[in-house]
C-alpha cells in the first residue's frame, strides 16, 4: 500500500504542485514524461511522490516528448490509467501521437502549461500551444489558477473514462502566471478525491487475451470517415457528461463550475472574452470600469473542445461591443477566439460591434490599464453603433501601434 499524504485544510501550491497532487491522488498507473519548462515540475513532483512511496505506479522517463506520449499510448491501450505535463516545444513534438490517442480513444489525461512556440525561442507563457491542440480531437479544459488547475485534473479523469465518452483531456494552465504563482488551495483527502475519480473502467485492453483487440488499424478510404466521425460525435456529446460532472464535484466541494462562464453579465452592455488567468484580470477591470459608467462585463469558457456554441452565443447575444482577447499569433489571420466566438454569437442573434486584441504574447504583461483602455473602446463603439477603431490590433507591443481591418 502506498503511504498516505498528510493534507491541510488549506494548502499552499502553485499549479504545478496542485496538478501533480492530483494525479497522485487519481492513483495512476502509468505516468511517462519528459520534463519541458514550465511544466517540469509536474513530472519532477510526481516522481518525488513516485520515489517517496506515496505511489504505487510506474514513472517511465523517456528520451522525448513523442516517445512520452507513445509510451503514453501503449500503456492506456494496455489497460492502465495514463497521464502526463508538457509544454510548448514538446507539445509540438507530441502532436503527431495526440492523433494516435484521440483515434484509438484512449483516456489518457495531459497537463498542459500553456507556453509560446519558436521562433524565437520564450519559455514564457502564451496561448500558442493551447491553439495548436484544437483539432486534435483532444477534450480541452481551461483553467484560471492553481485551485483550477487541481479541480479540473480530478475532473479530467473521471470525463475521460466514462464510457459515453472514452477520449483523451488535456488540462490548461498559464505557464508560470499559474503554473509558478502560488496560491491557497482547498484540497480533498485523498479517499474523499479517489472516490471521486473512481476506479478505473477498462475497455479493450490489448493486454486481455481473451478479448483480441486491434488498436492503429490502416481503413483509407473505406473506413476511415467514419471512425473520425464517431470521435466527432462522441466529443460534441461530451458536454453532458461534463455538466454531470461538474455538479457532482459542486455537490462534494461548494465549487461551481460552467462550460460558459460569466461575470457581471446581468445587464451588460460591453464584454470581453478571454482565457486563462487573464480572465480574473478582466473582471478586476469589469469592476472598475463600471465605476466609471461602463456596464462591461466578462465571458469564459471552460471547454475550448467541445467548442461551447451555444452557450458562447446566449451569453454574447444582447452585448452592443465585445472585444475577443487572443494570447496567440494569428499569424495572417483574425484570432481564433474571435473567429469562432463571433460564430457563435451570430448565429445565436446577437449582433454585437466584435473586435480582436492580440497580447501578451511570450509572456508580455496584460494590465489594468490595457484592459481599462479596451473597455473605454468597447464604450466608444457602443454608443457610435460602429467600430471606432480597428478590427483587430497588437496591445502592449513596444513602437507603433499595430492594427489591421
Request: charged fraction near 20%.
Amino acid at each position: 500500500m502506498p503511504k498516505v499524504f498528510e493534507l491541510h485544510e488549506i494548502e499552499v501550491w502553485d499549479g504545478n504542485m496542485a496538478a501533480s497532487h492530483a494525479m497522485r491522488q487519481a492513483q495512476i498507473d502509468v505516468v511517462a514524461a519528459y520534463p519541458i519548462t514550465p511544466s517540469t515540475p509536474i513530472v519532477q513532483n510526481y516522481g518525488s511522490f513516485v520515489g517517496n512511496g506515496y505511489i504505487e505506479g510506474e514513472f517511465v522517463m523517456v528520451e522525448s516528448e513523442h516517445a512520452a506520449m507513445s509510451a503514453c499510448v501503449g500503456a492506456a491501450a494496455a489497460g492502465g490509467r495514463v497521464a502526463t505535463a508538457t509544454s510548448s516545444q514538446g507539445f509540438a513534438f507530441m502532436v503527431e501521437v495526440l492523433y494516435q490517442a484521440s483515434g484509438m480513444r484512449l483516456p489518457i489525461v495531459l497537463n498542459l502549461v500553456n507556453r509560446a512556440l519558436a521562433s524565437p525561442l520564450n519559455v514564457n507563457g502564451d496561448h500558442s500551444d493551447m491553439y495548436l491542440s484544437r483539432d486534435t480531437g483532444w477534450i480541452n479544459l481551461c483553467t484560471y489558477n492553481p485551485q483550477e488547475a487541481y479541480d479540473f485534473n480530478l475532473m479530467a479523469f473521471k470525463i475521460a473514462e466514462d464510457l459515453r465518452v472514452r477520449v483523451p483531456v488535456i488540462v490548461n494552465q498559464d505557464g508560470f502566471i499559474c503554473s509558478h504563482t502560488a496560491q491557497s488551495v482547498r484540497p480533498l483527502s485523498d479517499e474523499m478525491a479517489y472516490k471521486f475519480i473512481g476506479e478505473y473502467k477498462v475497455k479493450n485492453a490489448m493486454l486481455d487475451f481473451s478479448k483480441p483487440i486491434t488498436y492503429g488499424a490502416q481503413t483509407e478510404e473505406d473506413w476511415h470517415f467514419e471512425h473520425k466521425s464517431q470521435l466527432h460525435n462522441a466529443i460534441m456529446q461530451a458536454p453532458s457528461v461534463i455538466e454531470e460532472v461538474f455538479a457532482e464535484f459542486k455537490k462534494l466541494t461548494g465549487r461551481e463550475y460552467k462550460l460558459v462562464e460569466t461575470y457581471d453579465m446581468q445587464d451588460a452592455e460591453v464584454a470581453i472574452f478571454a482565457l486563462g488567468t487573464s480572465v480574473e484580470s478582466a473582471r478586476m477591470a469589469a469592476k472598475n470600469a463600471r465605476k466609471r459608467g461602463i456596464k462591461a462585463g466578462v465571458v469564459s469558457l471552460r471547454t475550448l473542445r467541445p467548442f461551447p456554441y451555444k452557450e458562447i452565443g446566449e451569453a454574447l447575444k444582447n452585448l452592443k461591443a465585445v472585444a475577443f482577447l487572443d494570447r496567440s499569433l494569428p499569424a495572417g489571420a483574425m484570432g481564433m477566439l474571435f473567429n469562432e466566438c463571433v460564430s457563435a454569437m451570430y448565429g445565436a442573434g446577437g449582433k454585437a460591434i466584435a473586435s480582436n486584441y492580440i497580447y501578451g504574447l511570450g509572456g508580455r504583461d496584460l494590465t489594468q490599464a490595457h484592459l481599462q483602455d479596451i473597455y473605454t473602446e468597447l464604450d466608444s463603439d457602443a454608443k457610435a453603433g460602429k467600430l471606432t477603431h480597428a478590427t483587430q490590433q497588437f496591445i502592449g507591443l513596444r513602437g507603433p501601434k499595430l492594427s489591421f481591418c
